[in-house]
T-cell receptor, first 115, second 116 residues
Framework: EAGVTQSPTHLIKTRGQQATLRCSPISGHTSVYWYQQALGLGLQFLLWYDEGEERNRGNFPPRFSGRQFPNYSSELNVNALELEDSALYLC??????????????FGPGTRLLVL | AQKVTQAQTEISVVEKEDVTLDCVYETRDTTYYLFWYKQPPSGELVFLIRRNSFDEQNEISGRYSWNFQKSTSSFNFTITASQVVDSAVYFCALSEEGGANSKLTFGKGITLSVRP
């Protein structure tokens, strides 16, 4: 069974540009989560999508947004990139997000570098 | 608010030594879930175990064992006879029951180095 996949693996942008990161969940999983792992800040929850809807978001500015498609894949968009957005962005998926009981399985991540 | 503390930041051991990674959590919920993940240098988080708050039985899986104690809000992870392949960053995480609480709250992680 294929795991969570993410693309691209690496992304280099300049300040002010927009970045788009993509994630495909494990087959049968309907929930997708995004996390940011920035140096010195640890793993922080960004967004949670389930059944095409945004269910929860972490303490990030509105320029971090995303969506979930009918096939449950997801896109994370970061607008007006800032240097501190440089980080590893991890996507995870789980079965129905009916509360924290479901295990989240992670993809390999996208390393975003903002110059 | 939920919080996970991994007080150890870096641990270095020699191969075949046993090592325990500590995790202390805070939550107001009576139902919650605890996790351990391993992050090798490649970056991907690998799921190791999930524990429900109502199940305090310790668990053993090969060289790995977990000790869950609600009385001290701890969920410690022991690797027996460590191997070089165990070198990674290990994260403890917590999620609470209920709708919007599906997010994971992670500790800062513990970097484990196992030397040959």
């Amino acid at each position: 069974e294929a795991g969570v996949t993410q693309s691209p693996t690496h992304l280099i942008k300049t300040r002010g540009q927009q970045a788009t990161l993509r994630c495909s969940p494990i087959s049968g999983h309907t929930s997708v989560y995004w996390y940011q792992q920035a140096l010195g800040l640890g793993l922080q929850f960004l967004l949670w999508y389930d059944e095409g809807e945004e269910r929860n978001r972490g303490n990030f500015p509105p320029r971090f947004s995303g969506r979930q498609f009918p096939n449950y894949s997801s896109e994370l968009n970061v607008n007006a990139l800032e240097l501190e957005d440089s980080a590893l962005y991890l996507c995870a998926s789980s079965l129905v997000g009916s509360g924290g009981q479901e295990t989240q399985y992670f993809g390999p991540g996208t390393r975003l570098l903002v110059l | 608010a939920q919080k996970v503390t991994q007080a150890q930041t870096e641990i270095s051991v020699v191969e075949k030594e046993d090592v325990t990674l500590d995790c202390v959590y805070e939550t107001r919920d009576t139902t919650y879930y605890l996790f351990w993940y391993k992050q090798p240098p490649s970056g991907e988080l690998v799921f190791l175990i999930r524990r429900n708050s109502f199940d305090e039985q310790n668990e053993i899986s090969g060289r790995y064992s977990w000790n869950f104690q609600k009385s001290t809000s701890s969920f410690n992870f022991t690797i027996t006879a460590s191997q070089v392949v165990d070198s990674a960053v290990y994260f403890c995480a917590l999620s609470e029951e209920g709708g919007a609480n599906s997010k994971l709250t992670f500790g800062k992680g513990i970097t484990l180095s196992v030397r040959p």
